[in-house]
């Protein structure tokens, strides 16, 4: 990846655990976004965090932003078996370009 | 709502042909993304225009070029097709702004066989 490793690269849950994943960076950013996508299927966008921002909810989704260690982590709670995808970070620097992380596959058991 | 339109959905073609993908933005955004995403791998950023010049170019071959035209829907012409150009093509499009999000399309499957 142009941009960095996101961690786990697979988890799998049982419906109603919460989900952990984890996003590295390597450059300075204005922002972070994370997206989903279901198999083969179009980039959702879920969530944006400002680089002056530590933290940001939404719905079941709780996002978590250090730039001193360029990291970000997203947390879903309470997880369904719909939210079964792949979660990508990407962020934003200078230019309005998305660079993606390598992406999380979340496999939720019913 | 309106969302980003791209066709077509799929496309089969043969290695050394042409093909052209189209994508159609949400009403009045101004600035449209092409990402090439291969199997297995994330989404990389190709080109992207805003009030039909071009903005931004990323890792796009000399082989594919790209326009956005003044109803600021935008063609990507990709040439001399590789077995390895076999991928999902997203369009995104946005009000350009750093802190604003992209919207994608559905995608494009191209298949080179």
């Known amino acids: 990846s142009q941009q960095g490793e996101e961690d786990p690269q697979a988890l799998s849950i049982q419906e109603g655990e919460n989900a952990t994943m984890n996003c590295s960076y390597k450059?300075?950013?204005?922002?972070l976004q994370w997206y989903r996508q279901n198999s083969g299927r179009g980039l959702v966008h879920l969530i944006l965090?400002?680089?002056?921002?530590r933290e940001k909810h939404s719905g079941r989704l709780r996002v978590t932003l250090d730039t001193s260690k360029k990291s970000s982590s997203l947390l879903i709670t309470a997880s369904r078996a719909a939210d079964t995808a792949s979660y990508f970070c990407a962020t934003v620097w200078n230019t309005d370009k998305l660079i993606f992380g390598t992406g999380t596959r979340l496999q939720v058991f019913p | 709502a309106a969302g980003v339109i791209q066709s077509p959905r799929h496309l089969i073609k043969e290695k050394r042909e042409t093909a052209t993908l189209k994508c159609y933005p949400i009403p009045r955004h101004d600035t449209v993304y092409w990402y090439q995403q291969g199997p297995g791998q994330d989404p990389q950023f190709l080109i992207s225009?805003?009030?039909?010049?071009?903005?931004d170019k990323g890792s796009i071959p000399d082989r594919f070029s790209a326009q956005q035209f003044s109803d600021y829907h935008s063609e990507l012409n990709m040439s001399s097709l590789e077995l390895g150009d076999s991928a999902l093509y997203f369009c995104?499009?946005?009000?350009?702004?750093?802190?604003?999000?992209?919207?994608f399309g559905p995608g494009t499957r191209l298949t080179v066989l």
């Open positions: 225009f805003y009030e039909k010049m071009q903005s």
């Open positions: 995104a499009s946005s009000l350009a702004a750093l802190n604003n999000e992209q919207f």
């Open positions: 965090i400002r680089s002056n921002e």
């Open positions: 450059t300075s950013i204005n922002n």
